[in-house]
């Protein structure tokens, strides 16, 4: 990427102040799924190997939209920090103020403090001019490491840049090569996959596949407003009616480039021991019915388009993979990408969730750890977080 990273700049001795992405899970007071924290071990290492004055460590937790909840709080984040860095880490009861300068000179050389969710300040979200200040004031230098916050322009990954050096860690670094190579300059054959509940959510993110991949295989509740759009009954499927009219353009835009699934899986109600059946998806879906994942034939069908990609990008699941028996489809696209050749990209969201549960994230090229912000750009949006940074 043309912005600087950790490698290009000094860090010895020096207050280095991170945005890193800790917005992880939670159940009685403890993190239930440390993904997102050992993502940024590799950063975190080397800039103690420089030997800093200390490391301060800002994140988001959840949406307490501005108020303190301590629900949302980081503290349960310190011990398995601790573990995976192998050191000790301070926490401190705010991002600002008093309880975060004092924490900071409490540390010793090259120590480590997790500051408190930047969330529970309502300047966050507003990148407010004086939060990015304090904020600034913490650090020598800024490291952002939160790709899955660098489309959002907040006060801790846009706003403190106007105030220090400010430099990508080793996760953005991996996470842009991956995602701008692979929609650059993709080796071909080059196709997407993309899942989930709406169309309306990844309208530009079709258009932008559909100019730069050989194939876009549609999947999940999506299909079914591209179904309805050709006329075919849809039974109590989720469907976006609003959408319709845009379904119908991107099936004539896309051409043959745009596939879906010609067999689906219905159920008689949206429950995991539901009777369920497969049917033809032009057939229609009979009046009580909704459609729940993609068909064993669907899937036979979708491998058969994958089995020659070089590159291969997936957001979002094929079915309700919350629900065992609706999950097939989903674990089966996470199989044939585990086997195949290609370079696999894994989206973030939910197929990133998909493929853990499924055991097979090992065998991916690379899973990313912000869905919203792959999706952004994939769509050809520049990412604040990104933009902010240092130019090389």
Partial sequence: MSKKTIRDIDLTGKRVLVRVDFNVPIKDGSVTDDTRVQAAIPTLKYILEQKPKYIALMSHLGRPKGEVKLEFSLRPVVPVLAKLLGTDVAFAEDCVGEAAENAAAALPDGGVLLLENTRFHAGETKNDEELAKQLAALGDVYVNDAFGSAHRAHASTEGVTHYLPAVGGFLMEKELAYLINAISSPERPFVAILGGAKVSDKIGVIEALLSKCDTLLIGGGMANTFFKAQGWETGDSLVEDDAIDTAKKLLETGGGKLVLPEEVVIADAFDNEANSKVIAAKDGVPAGWRILDISPGAVEAFR???????????????????????????????????????????????????????????????????????????????LPGVVALNDL
């Fill in 304 to 382: 058969e388009v994958l089995k020659d990609a070089r590159v291969i990008i997936w957001n979002g699941p094929m079915g309700v993979f919350e629900m065992p028996n609706f999950a097939k489809g989903t674990f089966q696209i996470a199989e044939i990408l585990a086997e195949s050749n290609a370079t696999t990209i894994i989206g973030g969201g939910d197929s990133a969730a998909a493929v853990k549960v499924a055991g097979l994230a090992d065998r991916m090229s690379h899973i990313s750890t912000g869905g919203g912000a792959s999706l952004e750009l994939l769509e050809g949006k520049e």
